[in-house]
């Protein structure tokens, strides 16, 4: 072969090969949204911080989330399996934290859980889809199909997920046969009730609350969460980070007791 | 042929080697399993259905609890119309098993007989390992 027709013989080749990996599919980039629920609702959650603290127990709220759920009480903070808890208002809002605050929200302990975001970055990460968003913006999750690979946890900003890095069935008191329970290896999280919604229920912790979180479609003005939002100043946590989170938490500042 | 007897012979040994756990099955094969559908809430119903055909749920019972499972996860879809017009609820604990309480006389006959091993009780039926 002469080298003329070596040249452009290893020309059409190369031209060749890149029109094969035009086929190739290039990935959007955007959170997956999966079915599920009725698409154009969004569900978030209102807390009324300063109410929470005066009328809510967290531990109440915690124990009918969890037993409900199935959730291991493994006690070593290492391991631990947990769906939504109690964490100081300055820790869950160290981005937006105030040198002097005032003196009800320095004290304050805010109820902490998956924030449901509008782009999840657990769902952005998942090898399997095993976690995924609804139409109504529940993220979800079905265990069957995690691995247990935890990228979802080091995605998520909010620190909203557990792995069960032991059998969890040792430390259950009592099995609710109601909802199942999980195997080593599985990533957990809050699913916003999503089997109660589904029913026309509210979620269990909104039950549990004494009415100092709402539940409600984060679409729909007349809404009651709408309506709080409406009325008063509210935070998420680390929204510069793009995550859209559907979890509020209302602060009035004082004018509601004064 | 060169070393004849010894190439038949040793074939004839090599053969009965590969289909001896055939043949000692032959001999003490496993009596079929036998099912029961006795538990409280099968007696109390009238007439005693399933929400597919015996025949179907034999072969595909797997399957619609794959299909139940990622229609309920997945797209939200709780209920399903049998054939009979009877609608259920897409539940492994909730419809299967409230029915079938007999894990052990009902699936596990099966089970063991055809040598599967499913994990659906790790963490269904509220059976905590």
Redesign the interface.
């Given at each position: 072969m002469k080298r003329r027709d070596f040249l452009i013989a290893g020309a059409a080749l190369g031209v060749a090969g890149l029109g094969c990996l035009g086929g190739c599919s290039s990935y959007t980039g955007s959170a997956r949204v999966?079915?599920?629920?009725v698409a154009g609702r969004h569900w978030g959650f209102v807390v009324d911080v300063e109410r929470f603290n005066r009328e809510a127990d967290m531990g109440k709220i915690q124990a009918a989330c969890h037993h409900a759920h199935?959730v291991p009480d493994i006690g070593d903070p290492k391991e631990e399996v947990k769906w939504i808890w109690g964490e100081p208002f300055e820790a869950s809002f160290a981005d937006i934290h105030s040198e002097h605050p005032s003196r009800e929200l320095e004290e304050a302990t805010v109820p902490v859980l998956c924030n449901h975001c509008e782009e999840p970055p657990c769902v952005r990460v998942c090898p399997t889809k095993a976690t995924?968003k609804?139409d109504d913006g529940i993220v979800?999750m079905?265990?069957?199909r995690c691995i247990g690979c935890r990228f979802c946890m080091a995605a998520c900003p909010y620190g909203a997920r557990s792995l069960n890095f032991r059998?969890?069935?040792?430390y259950?008191d009592e099995?609710?046969?109601?909802y199942?329970?999980?195997?080593k290896g599985v990533v957990e999280k809050c699913m916003m009730c999503?089997d109660r919604i589904?029913a026309g229920e509210l979620p269990l912790c909104v039950e549990a609350s004494n009415g100092t979180i709402l539940f409600g479609d984060l679409n729909d003005p007349d809404s009651d969460v709408r309506r709080a939002l409406d009325e008063s100043f509210a935070v998420r946590r680390r929204t510069s980070l793009g995550t859209g989170p559907s979890v509020y938490y209302m602060i009035k500042g004082g004018e509601a007791h004064a | 042929m060169y070393k004849g007897g010894r190439i038949i012979a040793f074939a004839a040994l090599f053969c009965l080697a590969v289909l001896s756990p055939f043949i000692v099955n032959l001999a003490n094969a496993a009596p079929a399993p036998e099912t029961s559908l006795d538990t409280p809430a099968i007696n109390a119903q009238q007439t005693k259905e399933c929400v597919a055909s015996t025949e179907y749920m034999k072969d595909n019972h797997m399957q619609l609890l794959d299909e139940w499972?990622n229609d309920v996860?997945?797209?939200?879809s709780?209920e399903y119309e049998s054939a009979s017009g009877q609608v259920y609820e897409k539940s492994l604990?909730?419809t299967c098993l409230e029915c079938h309480s007999n894990r052990e006389e009902f699936c596990d006959s099966c089970h063991d007989y055809a040598s599967v091993d499913p994990?659906c009780w790790?963490?269904?039926?509220?059976?905590?390992?």
């Open positions: 999966s079915g599920g629920g199935n995924f609804r979800e079905d265990y069957h059998d969890p069935g040792p259950l099995v609710d046969p109601s199942p329970t999980r195997t999503a589904d | 499972r996860v997945r797209d939200g709780r604990d909730g994990y790790d963490c269904h039926d509220g059976e905590a390992s």
